[in-house]
């Protein structure tokens, strides 16, 4: 099967529609320059039925005279072979015709066409031919009158059979050329009107496949892309409408592009950061495994608990480290269902601090909470939320100098409840900010107990109840807030 494109099709339809215009022109114009000679004839002719009436007696009191109506009628088509001419009496019934043996067809004539032409209404009018079962033509008539009464009708063919056979033998080669020449011109014109159009109706087309093509999805950053065309109001130009969806699809792919690529970045770095995170403790907790297996006989028990105190604290961090690479991934991939609940956040923040009071006073810093009489509940999952305080309190001790200290403030609006933790510590490094909450930092930084992946667990979260957490602006430490509903 013939494949065509988009083009060729229109193409195609443009050629098609055009030829046929250009023969309904034609057949107009045909049907509108017979209809002028008809007319032209019949003005001609007008009174060639009335003269046939009056030169000589057709008819008398007894009824037609047979002889004389041959006669006359013979010499009249003789003289002028275009013509035929027939009597009729009062009913159109046809008395009286010079037509050869087999040539006649009818014996009634329609007289409504003839009273419409005695009328003299608009013309062309056609009657029926007597010679043609169904065959209509333009013709003269006259009343005919015996005695002063009228008896019948002088009804006159003007375009009779002879002439209608010699014109179609001569038209027929004329027509032949002359439809030769109008195609020849239609076709002409035909491939000039369709070379513009062509060009004009598929240039927004190539316009559009020439982006199509050189779209790279690879090099696709949204800011180099050109932004689509903003529509007309009400606009109905489908390839207008189809390049503004792609720009809008390009746009969309190049951002999202964009996000996979950073995402893409971001879990090269986690999964950096995470390797080196679990070497260190694991070298360290080997060591003094091999260093207990090698030595034990050489080792005083003061020394083997010593090192068996270090290992036992690296594979705790090794665990806690696991737990919470689960933790995160199970948050990440939907493994998760929010236990949706209403519940005091000051009774839960007591509770944190519970967890947190003897590391606070080993570190000689001070835990103080900030809550507004009569708060609202909140609608959230009491252990996750539990999580998140429990990491950015985690985060804020380990952060903040002996001295320092460590402030939960809560406060509400009509629609939410906000939580802020601050600490006295050194804060966040600027180079941090823009990346704190979507990967850790390595542990060969200055700072190996960033609390990296406890922020990405407290961030997705606070996403998994429809908020955002953000580190705000502070002349020191750190201020981590976000919100729950009420």
């Not at 032209?40 to 109506?69: C, F, K, N, P």
């Not at 939320?385 to 100098?401: F, G, K, Q, S």
Request: net charge neutral.
């Amino acid at each position: 099967m013939i494949r065509l494109t988009l083009s060729q099709r229109l193409t195609a339809v443009f050629f098609a529609l055009l030829l046929a215009c250009g023969a309904a022109l034609m057949w107009i114009q045909m049907r509108s320059t017979a209809m002028h000679e008809q007319e032209t004839v019949q003005r001609l002719s007008r009174g060639l039925a009335e003269h046939i009436a009056r030169s000589g007696e057709l008819m008398d009191a007894r009824g037609m005279r047979g002889g004389d109506v041959r006669a006359l009628f013979g010499k009249l088509m003789a003289v002028n072979p275009s013509v035929e001419v027939y009597l009729l009496d009062e009913q159109g019934r046809i008395l009286g015709h010079d037509a050869p043996e087999g040539h006649l067809k009818r014996d009634r004539v329609d007289l409504e066409p003839v009273q419409a032409l005695l009328r003299d209404e608009p013309l062309p009018i056609l009657g029926d031919d007597p010679r043609s079962a169904t065959g209509r033509k333009v013709f003269n008539a006259a009343p005919l009158w015996v005695q002063g009464r009228q008896v019948g009708y002088i009804y006159v063919v003007l375009v009779g059979e002879q002439r209608e056979a010699l014109a179609a033998n001569v038209a027929g080669n004329a027509a032949l050329r002359t439809t030769l020449w109008s195609l020849a011109i239609v076709v002409g014109l035909g491939l000039l009107a369709g070379a513009f159009a062509f060009g004009w109706v598929t240039r927004p087309l190539r316009r559009l496949t020439a982006r199509i093509q050189a779209f790279d999805v690879d090099t696709a950053a949204p800011a180099a892309l050109p932004l689509p065309a903003e529509l007309r109001p009400g606009e109905r130009d489908e390839l207008a409408i189809l390049e503004h969806s792609f720009g809008h699809m390009s746009q969309r792919l190049g951002e999202q592009w964009q996000q996979l690529r950073e995402q893409d970045l971001q879990r090269r770095e986690l999964v950096a950061n995470i390797s080196h995170d679990l070497r260190t403790p694991l070298s360290s907790l080997h060591g003094y495994l091999e260093t207990l297996s090698l030595k034990d006989a050489t080792l005083s028990a003061e020394e083997r608990q010593r090192y068996l105190g270090i290992a036992l604290a690296q594979s705790q961090k090794v665990g806690r480290l696991a737990q919470a690479l689960f933790e995160l991934a199970r948050l990440e991939h939907g493994g998760v269902v929010l236990d949706v609940q209403a519940f005091s956040l000051p009774d839960l923040l007591q509770d944190v601090f519970q967890k947190f009071e003897l590391a606070a006073e080993a570190r000689r810093q001070t835990l103080s909470a900030e809550i507004p009489p009569r708060l609202p509940a909140v609608r959230a999952d009491l252990g996750l939320i539990e999580r998140v305080l429990t990491n950015l309190l985690d985060n804020a001790i380990r952060h903040t100098p002996e001295g320092g200290r460590i402030t939960v403030s809560l406060r509400a609006d009509e629609a939410k409840v906000w939580v802020r933790v601050a600490d006295t510590g050194a804060g966040i490094a600027p180079e941090r900010r823009a990346q704190l909450f979507h990967t850790p930092p390595a542990l060969g930084s200055q700072r190996p107990d960033s609390g990296g992946l406890g922020l990405l667990i407290v961030h997705r979260i606070v996403q998994l109840h429809g908020g955002q957490i953000r580190l705000l602006e502070s002349e020191a430490g750190a201020v981590f807030e976000f919100a729950l509903p009420v």
